[in-house]
């Protein structure tokens, strides 16, 4: 590549965080933008030089700054999250998802997780990252009508079943799964259950999206740059210690040699801001969801959210005629200065929708009008790619 092809790149590279915040409508449910003092936080130093394995025991010398700031995430993210432990050297949380089915299962044990039609994210869904640990996936049972889990019958399957490791949460939640049921049947069968909150996290340490360890679910798994708005990278914690030390061994002997230590003050910033702040990010978060939701169907948009009287969360779907291609819809929004994403409708999975977040636009302090006119604009782009 030539040097005015790559001095270009740079430019247009500085130029996008200024024009995400400026001259975009962000909507994209799985994205959000650091505080300037979680970006000035990030540490090239400690970036630069290796720090492997456990806190203070780690091969390098001169590595207890990492170690402590380890330390300093780990609590952090304990005291966030109501949890017990907390390892924050993964990169993603598909990363996590990994370290997790391998340090709690065998390869030919039995996971059960959510479908790719109703959400499941492919670290955690039959045909993705599962198989690499050699793991058996079937679908846990799910309702169309209310889109979310179907607790009573997951349960009944797990006793059925009898899974090594359930896996909850999906990319796609628009109001909050009953987990009871499921964390009791799998302790009747001597399962584990995972929650992938990597939507939710923010929701959950700001109140607004009930925390499983609360009900009972045995580990967390989440990214940090959705509902969380920090760098990404990912955070996995738990309710049982012992846990802790079966994560720790696969990471430090199998999975992670070195990392970069460098996002972890950044990180550290990023949860300081959310203990700080996140009950009222969070509930700014849900509410500009529902604000947005009452726009859009005043706009004659048909959307699937949650209910005026339920518990929402960031995610608002609108499902598309079948007629129209994907990259027609994106193009759409895209002339109307929109960024948003496409998924399977859970409601109807043979279906398409458009699914967008809140927690990039309550960030930026959306009020009722700004979002009136997203909600317009939304509409105006949507009818001019409807079948004729």
């Known amino acids: 590549m030539r040097m005015c092809d790559e001095l270009e790149l740079l430019s247009h590279a500085a130029g996008r ?9 962000l909507l994209y449910a799985g994205a959000n933008l650091p505080s300037e003092e979680a970006i000035a936080a990030y540490a090239p ?33 304990c005291s966030l999250f109501g949890a017990e432990w907390a390892e924050p050297r993964l990169p993603s949380c598909t990363i996590a998802n990994l370290a997790a089915y391998h340090a709690f299962t065998k390869p030919g044990e039995l996971l059960l997780a959510p479908a790719a039609d109703h959400g499941g994210h492919f670290s955690q869904r039959s045909g993705g990252t599962p198989e690499l640990a050699g793991l058996a996936v079937e679908d846990l049972p799910f309702d169309t009508k209310r889109c979310r889990l179907d607790a ?13 490791l359930i896996m909850l949460g999906r990319s796609v939640m628009i109001k909050p799964d009953d987990v009871s049921p499921v964390v ?4 009747s069968v001597g399962a584990k259950t995972i929650f992938d909150a990597s939507h939710v996290a923010g929701l959950i340490a700001g109140g607004q999206y009930p925390n499983p360890l609360s009900f009972g679910v045995d580990v967390l798994t989440f990214s940090t740059y959705k509902t969380l708005p920090g760098r990404p990278h990912a955070l996995t914690v738990g ?18 040699a070195n990392y970069d230590a460098g996002k972890l003050p950044s990180l550290l910033v990023t949860l ?3 203990r700080e702040d996140g009950l009222r990010y969070a509930r700014h978060i849900v509410e500009t969801a529902r604000v947005l939701k009452r726009a859009l169907v005043r706009e004659g948009v048909e959307v699937l959210a949650a209910g005026d009287a339920e518990l929402g969360t960031h995610q ?23 960024l948003a994403g496409i998924c399977s409708d859970p409601s109807m999975p043979e279906r398409r929708a458009l699914r967008i977040g809140t927690q990039f636009v ?21 009818a001019s790619c409807a079948p004729s």
């Open 239 to 256: 309710r049982d210690v012992a846990d802790a030390w079966r994560l720790a061994e696969i990471i430090e002997g199998k999975l992670l």
């Open 45 to 77: 130093g400690l970036s630069a030089y290796p720090a492997m394995g456990p806190s203070y025991f780690k091969e390098q010398p001169e590595t207890d700054l990492v170690s402590r700031l380890e330390e300093a995430v780990s609590a952090a993210a």
């Open 362 to 382: 309550a960030r930026q302090g959306y009020d009722a009008e700004a979002l009136r006119s997203t909600a317009r604009s939304l509409a105006k782009a949507l």
């Open 184 to 187: 009791e049947a799998a302790r």
């Open 316 to 338: 608002i779907l609108i499902p598309l005629a079948a007629q129209i291609a994907d990259g027609d819809v994106m193009a759409a929004l895209e002339k109307h200065s929109i």
């Open 272 to 274: 300081r801001e959310v």
């Open 17 to 25: 965080r200024r024009q995400l915040m400026e001259d975009r409508v």
């Open 152 to 164: 009573a019958a997951a349960a009944n399957m797990i006793r059925f079943r009898k899974p090594a």
